[in-house]
């Protein structure tokens, strides 16, 4: 039967995949669920959705591509995000093959075919093609923004999710990203005889308020932040995992606040990321004030000192949301992705600033105007003592914390997830066979 199914791609990195599975999860009392992504994605994906490899279960390139080109990204240290975005691209430009070469040596085929294999790209252009697909969706920010153009081509209805405001501060910055290993392709047939009446749709799915300016959105909507559902805004999955952990006790064991530090998943081996650290750890921690809660890659020989394990803890990953709605935590220090952003002003948790790429250097310009972080501070250059002020100022002032409960207000008042499901489903009806 036409219109059951609809299909997901999405690529690995948990902030683009899991944001997307609390909308599939809406649509899969409706519909199939079907997601295309890379093999590192199936350890995460949900049990209601059909999942299909795009990679070959043992290539890992994807990712390691996806953090290559965020550490290159990294590059820049102008207070000025344009400018430093710029300099971030002239160094990318400049030294990419290069860094490419090296990460890939080892590797048969180097960079080549990292979106995935012939065979499963094929599979996917020709499956989103046939008629009981009702809606493809797909992140409009990553490698498989190409699904959208195949959809245009060939009349299937598409909704292209945009977790990041980057294009609309820089629109000649979006790129195009083809396979590049599908050669000489079958020839597939179109949806529907007149392409003109299916529908394309866009969601820009941010908090208006980090948006560059009112009359920035030249298509689609703004739908506010895809939030998770629950009445605590800690996916249900975190909410066990948490409740009887160690980390949970730690945060329990005291009332002293707790500052959370996560600099995000991809600056793993980042040679910053030493610095940062001592600074943060050594320099501008108050363990009289404080306790101090790091989540993410560590650098070698760093660590909680022995008598250091009640002040101080350290952990490769943590359950985000679970911790940020944790009463004791009352400050972040944060990379400024999306999800980070999102889900500290949903549980009113002011931030400081620490931004590395891309999105995040205007992301971090903008929660500093709107009153979300005391501080943007610069990667390459911030003070300890600077890094220190603002991590008191988020602890203590009232201002902040006056803040942060209007724009938690505003940010669930926003409704993203019911307004994303509804523009798929206004898609689906509107585009039907």
Same mark, same amino acid.
């Given at each position: 039967?036409?219109?059951?199914?609809?299909?997901?791609?999405?690529?690995?990195?948990?902030?683009?995949?899991?944001?997307?599975?609390?909308?599939?999860?809406?649509?899969?009392?409706?519909?199939?669920?079907?997601?295309?992504?890379?093999?590192?994605?199936?350890?995460?994906?949900?049990?209601?959705?059909?999942?299909?490899?795009?990679?070959?279960?043992?290539?890992?390139?994807?990712?390691?591509?996806?953090?290559?080109?965020?550490?290159?990204?990294?590059?820049?240290?102008?207070?000025?995000?344009?400018?430093?975005?710029?300099?971030?691209?002239?160094?990318?430009?400049?030294?990419?093959?290069?860094?490419?070469?090296?990460?890939?040596?080892?590797?048969?085929?180097?960079?080549?075919?990292?979106?995935?294999?012939?065979?499963?790209?094929?599979?996917?252009?020709?499956?989103?093609?046939?008629?009981?697909?009702?809606?493809?969706?797909?992140?409009?920010?990553?490698?498989?923004?190409?699904?959208?153009?195949?959809?245009?081509?060939?009349?299937?209805?598409?909704?292209?999710?945009?977790?990041?405001?980057?294009?609309?501060?820089?629109?000649?910055?979006?790129?195009?990203?083809?396979?590049?290993? $599908?050669?000489?392709?079958?020839?597939? *047939?179109?949806? %529907?005889?007149?392409? &003109?009446?299916? #529908? @394309?749709?866009?969601? =820009?799915?941010?908090?208006?308020?980090?948006?560059?300016?009112?009359?920035?959105?030249?298509?689609?909507?703004?739908?506010?932040?895809?939030?998770?559902?629950?009445?605590?805004?800690?996916?249900?999955?975190?909410?066990?995992?948490?409740?009887?952990?160690?980390?949970?006790?730690?945060?329990?064991?005291?009332?002293?606040?707790?500052?959370?530090?996560?600099?995000?998943?991809?600056?793993?081996?980042?040679? $910053?990321?030493?610095?940062?650290?001592? *600074?943060?750890? %050594?320099?501008?921690? &108050?363990?009289? #004030? @404080?306790?101090?809660? =790091?989540?993410?890659?560590?650098?070698?020989?760093?660590?909680?000192?022995?008598?250091?394990?009640?002040?101080?803890?350290?952990?490769?990953?943590?359950?985000?949301?679970?911790?940020?709605?944790?009463?004791?935590?009352?400050?972040?220090?944060?990379?400024?992705?999306?999800?980070?952003?999102?889900?500290?002003?949903?549980?009113?948790?002011?931030?400081?600033?620490?931004?590395?790429?891309?999105?995040?250097?205007?992301?971090?310009?903008?929660?500093?105007?709107?009153?979300?972080?005391?501080?943007?501070?610069?990667?390459?250059?911030?003070?300890?003592?600077?890094?220190?002020?603002?991590?008191?100022?988020?602890?203590?002032?009232?201002?902040?914390?006056?803040?942060?409960?209007?724009?938690?207000?505003?940010?669930?008042?926003?409704?993203?997830?019911?307004?994303?499901?509804?523009?798929?489903?206004?898609?689906?009806?509107?585009?039907?066979?």
């Amino acid at each position: 039967m036409a219109g059951e199914v609809v299909c997901f791609v999405l690529p690995s990195d948990r902030g683009h995949f899991n944001y997307a599975m609390l909308f599939a999860e809406r649509l899969s009392d409706a519909y199939a669920v079907e997601v295309f992504a890379p093999h590192a994605a199936r350890v995460y994906s949900p049990p209601f959705v059909s999942f299909h490899n795009l990679t070959a279960l043992d290539d890992t390139r994807f990712d390691r591509m996806t953090r290559l080109f965020c550490a290159m990204s990294a590059h820049g240290s102008d207070p000025d995000p344009h400018k430093a975005c710029d300099e971030a691209n002239a160094y990318v430009g400049a030294n990419i093959e290069e860094a490419i070469g090296e990460e890939f040596a080892a590797d048969p085929q180097g960079a080549a075919g990292i979106q995935g294999t012939r065979e499963n790209l094929i599979e996917l252009k020709e499956r989103v093609l046939r008629p009981d697909v009702a809606l493809c969706i797909f992140d409009a920010v990553h490698f498989y923004k190409w699904v959208g153009d195949h959809c245009k081509e060939f009349g299937v209805p598409s909704l292209a999710l945009c977790c990041t405001p980057l294009y609309l501060w820089r629109p000649a910055d979006e790129t195009p990203f083809p396979p590049d290993n $599908l050669g000489v392709e079958p020839e597939y *047939k179109e949806v %529907r005889k007149d392409k &003109d009446k299916v #529908r @394309h749709s866009k969601c =820009y799915t941010l908090l208006p308020a980090i948006l560059p300016e009112a009359d920035a959105v030249p298509t689609g909507i703004v739908t506010g932040p895809v939030l998770c559902p629950t009445e605590t805004g800690v996916p249900r999955d975190q909410q066990e995992s948490f409740a009887s952990s160690a980390l949970r006790e730690w945060m329990d064991a005291s009332d002293k606040p707790i500052v959370y530090i996560s600099l995000g998943s991809m600056l793993k081996g980042y040679p $910053l990321i030493e610095t940062i650290w001592t *600074k943060l750890m %050594r320099e501008a921690a &108050d363990a009289t #004030r @404080h306790r101090t809660l =790091y989540s993410g890659w560590m650098p070698p020989g760093m660590g909680p000192q022995p008598g250091e394990e009640g002040e101080l803890r350290c952990e490769s990953w943590v359950p985000q949301a679970a911790v940020l709605a944790h009463p004791n935590t009352k400050a972040f220090v944060s990379h400024c992705g999306a999800t980070s952003l999102n889900e500290a002003i949903f549980h009113q948790v002011p931030m400081i600033a620490l931004p590395f790429f891309h999105d995040q250097r205007f992301n971090g310009k903008k929660l500093v105007e709107i009153g979300a972080a005391t501080a943007c501070l610069m990667k390459d250059t911030f003070d300890p003592a600077e890094a220190r002020a603002a991590i008191a100022e988020a602890l203590t002032s009232p201002r902040v914390r006056k803040t942060m409960k209007q724009l938690s207000d505003q940010i669930k008042a926003c409704c993203g997830l019911e307004k994303v499901t509804k523009e798929a489903e206004k898609l689906i009806q509107e585009s039907k066979l």
